[in-house]
């Protein structure tokens, strides 16, 4: 079997997703504000959190965190609610409206991939499908032991 030098290969997936970041999701226009938006896609992620594990989620300060929970809140994305377990702690919660906003951006996300996706022949795609079938398994995998 080849050897691998994981330093290079470890390079070239960063060295991907930077550019399949400034190529795509940075040139999208977002319904709202950036770290809103990763906001809400964390709490669809985690489910309901503290202010603090959000914060530390989006690597921001609690008075960062802060001004976007009231935000979010003021425009019906999320609501607070008094924890079970801690009545002194508030969890952010995802409501259906932030919900409905990730589900419609996703959707189109989805088209404006398809769209960009156009321009590769059959083989091109097959090839593309197969190594995407490949590369999210491995990435999963990798994500959940390291986790």
């Not at 489910?47 to 809140?73: E, F, R, W, Y």
Request: proline share 2%.
């Amino acid at each position: 079997m080849e050897y691998i030098d994981r330093k290079k290969l470890s390079a070239r997936v960063i060295d991907s997703f930077h550019t399949f970041n400034s190529n795509f999701f940075q040139k999208i226009n977002y319904p709202i504000a950036a770290n809103h938006w990763i906001s809400l896609c964390i709490l669809d992620s985690y489910g309901p959190l503290t202010a603090t594990a959000l914060g530390d989620h989006l690597s921001i300060s609690k008075q960062q965190v802060l001004q976007i929970i009231n935000k979010l809140c003021k425009d019906g994305y999320i609501s607070r609610q008094t924890a079970l377990n801690d009545r002194r702690c508030k969890n952010i919660t995802l409501t259906e409206k932030g919900h409905k906003i990730i589900m419609n951006e996703i959707r189109l996300l989805t088209l404006e991939f398809e769209n960009k996706i156009d321009i590769l022949a059959d083989l091109e795609l097959t090839k593309f499908d197969e190594a995407i079938k490949t590369f999210v398994p491995l990435f999963e995998k990798i994500y959940i032991i390291n986790k």
